[in-house]
């Protein structure tokens, strides 16, 4: 990914002066490695660590949990989701879906602009999703938006969507895509992008840390903060032992351990904040492969984990067990769902009945990335799965080879959380309909059904969601869908792990959203010492 090189060293596009930002970035550098006194860090600038770069900064294209937490404070979208993620107006003032849910009008807000003092006009939105729909570009978002057949922009605050489907789910999907500035190229997106949010990008060095600045004239009131410096620390004990010392102050789902995180919170100068969260970890399950195309198989898988237990050991209470894709606080999830189940007799009893046992054990490799989490959980799994007779073998991988491998269907099982998508409706769309299965030919565009699960029937019951208006039956069609994907077993649902951050004692204003967003940074202070 092409990025600014690093400080003082010259520019891989562009050149810029040492300046006022160069002395900070001395001073946040900190002292030379053989001195063991922490780094100076300014009164009004926050270092927070996350696990990794992230993908890309174009909000058109990035997917990945760090590019979207990243996204969400540099940039604004159309509509966004409240308290209950419910979908709200955000750059649109207000918007308007017609009776047959194919027309969608949004009215831009008066005020907002772009870090280079632009206004945000309708002719923005229209390039934004021009582009990221047009042939040529690759995005793993397109597929949420094949429905658009035009994009019109009547005057300057009017936005006008027209889809050839009912397609009522674009709503939930605008949530993932910020607004860029008409003419903005894919590499300038990538390297330097201006958006309209809090933050703004100043510079970044590749694989190391980026830059960011207060926006000032942020229409919804300019950060308390006036520097935001983000560290790429991939490995799990660097990030802990900045904590300590104190050249990081803010740690959000940073892929610490659990206790790690719990110890943390013991430490003097250091404190925990957790909340409950809707993000779904999940086992995702390959249909397509001979032995888990039986649905016996899939549900005697299910029923041998023990959530309850892995919960309060690897994740020291702080998840909570999941019966389904969607969060209890989504509006359409059905209440009467039923609670996941232990039941290893009942296990044994359907691998049984699909030819598996003693004499023929059945064998199976899960998937994970490297990180400590995902491998402590597997080890829970495989021995967990043991006890019903099931022999899982591990593979671990770098994350961008592990993620690769769920998209193009190269996997048995793999383990996987899910970021922020199940916040919305349309996250049921993309991760079951048939057609969403992604394909090499389309470049994975389709969407991520990795699975490749195949239901008629849940099919035809979120087509009908997507074609009505009416939030009661919506709310009852979307329920039959989840119902019948867990009685399927597409996936195992899991947890959904609470949203914990570790902070110094006087990083202030740290309220976790349900959503897990970033956008609380916006409110951020540090105390005075």
Known sequence: MPWFEAWGLGWRRGAWGLGAWGLAAVLLTGLPSGCRRPAVIAADTLVLAVEKPPKTLDPRVGNDAVSARLHQIIFDTL??????????????????????????????????????????????????????????????KKGDFALVEQIEAPDERTV???????????????????????GTTPDEAAQKPIGTGPFKVVAYRENNDIWLEANPDYFKGAPKLKQLRIRFIPDATTRELELRKGTVQLAINADLAY???????????????????????YLGLNCDDPRLADVRVRRALALAIDRETIIRTVFRGMARPAAGPLPPEQWAYPDDLPPPRYDPDEARRLLAEAGYGPE??????????????PRQVAAVLQEQLKQVGVALSLRSFEFQTFLQDTIAGNFQMFYLINVGGNQSVDFLSYFYESSRIPTKEKGYSEGANRGRYRSPQVDAWLRAAAATTDKAEQRRLYGLAQKQVVADAAQIFLWHPHNVAVARESVQGVELELSGSYAFLRKVWIAAP
């Open 259 to 281: 206790s790690t995180s719990q110890a943390l919170g013991k430490t003097r100068g250091l404190k925990l904040v957790q909340a409950k969260g809707t993000n779904i970890a």
């Open 79 to 140: 509509v966004n989701k409240d308290e209950r993620l419910d979908i709200v107006p955000d750059l649109a003032s207000e918007f308007d879906v017609s009776p047959d849910a194919r027309v969608f009008t949004f009215r831009l807000r008066p005020g907002a602009r772009f870090h280079d003092g632009r206004p945000l006009t309708s002719a923005d939105v229209k390039y934004t999703f021009e582009t990221l729909c047009a042939q040529d570009f690759n995005s793993p």
């Open 160 to 182: 006008v969507f027209r889809c050839r489907a009912p397609n009522l789910p674009m709503l939930g999907s605008l949530v993932a895509v910020g607004i860029v500035p008409q």
């Open 360 to 373: 023929r054990p059945l064998r199976l490799e899960l998937k994970t990335s490297a990180a400590e989490l």
